[in-house]
Structure formats: structure tokens, C-alpha cells
Nanobody, 115 residues
Framework: QVQLVESGGGMVQAGGSLRVSCTVSVGILSFAAMGWYRQAPGKERELVATITHRGTTNYTESVKGRFTISRDDVKNTLYLQMHKLKPEDTARYFC?????????WGQGTQVTVSS
């Protein structure tokens, strides 16, 4: 059974840093690609960052230069390091990925940035 569990969310002041993690129950390289998404109240879920099987990364424009997606293939864990956080980064952050055409999501972790 494929499970994704996020952790590391919390409350931080604007300008601060936070790292969220996503631990998966199977080999992380089983996923063709993985990503971090976020959803703020009243808004649609948006893609924040992705990392492919080969390690190629992509970011949505609003987080470029501030966020870094990475993974630890031994710990089967996906990370999102966030710096220079802004109040508009406040959202629930989810990790997700696909295996053999099936998509999997975690339950999310809340990140709140105060001004």
C-alpha cells in the first residue's frame, strides 16, 4: 500500500524559513515524478515544485529562488525547503506523485506565515 505522510509544517514569521517533509512507504524512485502542492482557503490546489525521477526540478514562478525541492532516496523522503516566506505562502502543503498511472497524495501539513 502506497502511503505519503507529510510533516514539518508550522507557524513562522514573514521572512523566516521552514522545511516540510514527505515520507513514502515505498521506494521513492518508484514514482516517475513527485511534487509539492499547496491549497489556501477558498483557493484551488496549485503546483509549487516538482522533481523527476532523474532529479530535474521545476518551480512555480512565485517561489523561484526561495523554495528548493529535494529528495533522499535512502530515507524515501521528499523535502521542500522554504526561505523568505511570505504571508501569501500560507496554505496546506501536500506531496503527491504517480506510480504506473495512479496518483497518490498525502494528507498535507499546514504552513502559516504571519506578517
Amino acid at each position: 500500500q502506497v502511503q505519503l505522510v507529510e510533516s514539518g509544517g508550522g507557524m513562522v514569521q514573514a521572512g523566516g524559513s521552514l522545511r516540510v517533509s514527505c515520507t513514502v512507504s515505498v521506494g521513492i524512485l518508484s514514482f516517475a515524478a513527485m511534487g509539492w502542492y499547496r491549497q489556501a482557503p477558498g483557493k484551488e490546489r496549485e503546483l509549487v515544485a516538482t522533481i523527476t525521477h532523474r532529479g530535474t526540478t521545476n518551480y512555480t514562478e512565485s517561489v523561484k529562488g526561495r523554495f528548493t525541492i529535494s529528495r533522499d532516496d535512502v530515507k524515501n523522503t521528499l523535502y521542500l525547503q522554504m526561505h523568505k516566506l511570505k504571508p501569501e505562502d500560507t496554505a496546506r502543503y501536500f506531496c503527491g506523485g504517480g506510480i504506473n498511472g495512479l496518483g497518490y497524495w498525502g494528507q498535507g501539513t499546514q504552513v502559516t506565515v504571519s506578517s
